[in-house]
């Protein structure tokens, strides 16, 4: 059984950083496309960062430049560090898996920017 | 970007009646759409790719039509299961993949 579950949320001061995990079972996160999607309270679904089996990376353009996605094979995680946090980061941060569409989601985790 | 358009934003429907949602896409993205469910509180879950196949597990009462810039979901009889926040996202032109802004279904 497919499994995403997603950690490391929070409330953050803007400004501030934080490292989002996504611990996977049930398959293998190297072998799939990965991707970080969010969804801000009450507003609909924003994709935010892929990374592909063969480890190349792409952002959202609202993320450029802050945000990395990366992967730990030997944990079968998926992370996504966070800097420089503003107040429209707030979401919650999903973890899918998908090439093209997303047929797996974990149960998401809440980052709160807010001093 | 392919900008993603849903309508109507909010689908006012009573038990037992079909439902149309409609997405639009800025240009053409073939047959690679996808609908989403999304219920409050909880995950969305994928119910339609390739804008009319069905994911696993989701009823016959669900189904998916259209290609290039225009598709709809049609739910035929609503269940009360139903009521949710539905959403399309393409998958042609990625990165970024963009989604539409979500159609509520609610109770009449």
């Known amino acids: 059984e497919v499994q995403l579950v997603e950690s490391g949320g929070g409330l953050i001061q803007p400004g501030g950083s934080l490292r989002l995990s996504c611990a996977a079972s049930g398959f293998t996160v190297s072998s799939n496309y990965m991707s970080w999607v969010r969804q801000a309270p009450g507003k609909g679904l924003d994709w935010v960062s892929v990374?592909?089996?063969?480890?190349?990376?792409y952002y959202a353009d609202s993320v450029k430049g802050r945000f990395t996605i990366s992967r730990d094979n030997s944990k079968n995680t998926l992370y996504l560090q966070m800097n420089s946090l503003r107040a429209e980061d707030t979401a919650v941060y999903y973890c899918a898996r998908g090439y093209g569409y997303f047929q797996d989601w974990g149960q998401g985790t809440l980052v709160t920017v807010s001093s | 970007e392919i900008v993603m358009t849903q309508s109507p934003a909010t689908l006012s429907v009573s038990p037992g009646e079909r439902a149309s949602l409609s997405c639009r896409a800025s240009q053409s993205v073939g047959s690679n759409l996808a609908w989403y469910q999304q219920k409050p509180g909880q995950v969305p879950r994928l119910l339609i790719d390739?804008?009319?196949t069905r994911a696993a597990g989701i009823p016959a009462r669900f189904s998916g039509s259209g290609s290039g810039t225009e598709f709809t979901l049609t739910i035929s009889s609503l269940q009360s299961e139903d009521f949710a926040v539905y959403y399309c996202?393409?998958?042609?032109?990625?990165?970024?993949?963009?989604f539409g802004q979500g159609t509520k279904v609610e109770i009449k």
């Open positions: 390739g804008a009319s």
């Open positions: 990374i592909y089996t063969g480890g190349s990376t």
């Open positions: 996202q393409q998958y042609n032109n990625w990165p970024p993949w963009t």
